[in-house]
């Protein structure tokens, strides 16, 4: 994340950005109606809240489509840090395991909790409510898992949660030795993955907005015509 801090260093505040950007794009840094027009839209366009809220970065969607996917061939799904047989709807199964239910039925998990990346990406001046929710609902930071450990991880990273012995066990969640060197690995790799994700949002972002002000004050500024 070095290299996203470094980043973040030069862009500090989105509103201070946007405005002094769009009040020096035109030459002679000439603050016109256009620039300040820029500077506004990019306010609206980045603004997101402060305080973690679930349903603004969650993708039901999105989760469905990769719950179904799946289930979409005859093949049997497993919990892969439980190894537990996996059915596609908590109906199936309620009546196939009875009060064992939730060990089988059949849940998405974001591997980079939702909370974790929404405190990553309120960080980031230049990041819309989309954005985030794009990549934090990515087929990359999802995988299938039981009802019974979804509910049990909540917010905690895939290290926090296999590693606490004594939570597990309260939970009565039993993971394989395979399943849990596999949970450890898959945090790394999703968290290089939404971290790589970022990066690059981040910067198509910054380009798109200076590029915008940059052009509107041109134009304002009887440098350029469209």
């Known amino acids: 994340m070095s290299g996203f801090k470094h980043l973040l260093d030069i862009f500090k505040r989105k509103d201070d950005i946007a ?51 799946a289930f979409s061939s005859e093949k049997t799904v497993k919990d892969p840090y439980t190894g537990k047989t996996l059915v596609q709807t908590q109906a199936e199964a309620k009546l196939k395991y009875g009060e064992n239910y939730a060990e089988h039925s059949a849940e998405p ?12 990406f309120k960080k980031d001046p230049f990041a819309t409510v989309d954005d985030k929710k794009r990549i934090a609902n990515g087929k ?37 030795e395979e399943g849990r060197q596999k949970a450890l690995q898959d945090g790394i790799d999703a968290r290089k993955r939404v971290n790589k994700e970022h990066v690059e949002n981040f910067v198509s972002q910054v380009s798109e907005t200076f590029n915008e002000a940059g052009v509107n004050g041109a134009v304002a500024a009887g440098q350029m015509t469209v």
């Open 19 to 69: 405005s002094d950007t769009a009040a020096k794009a035109a030459t002679g840094n000439v603050i016109t109606e256009s620039t300040v027009s820029s500077a506004q839209k990019a306010r609206e366009k980045f603004a997101s809240s402060e305080s973690y809220v679930r349903n603004e970065i969650v993708d039901q969607t999105a989760m469905d489509k990769f719950k179904n996917k």
């Open 140 to 176: 990359g930071n999802m995988v299938l898992t039981s009802r019974k450990y979804n509910n049990a991880k909540r917010s905690r990273s895939n290290s926090e949660f296999v590693n606490d012995e004594e939570y597990l066990h309260d939970k009565g969640v039993k993971l394989t």
């Open 109 to 120: 998990d974001h591997i980079i909790p939702l909370k974790e990346i929404h405190e990553q």
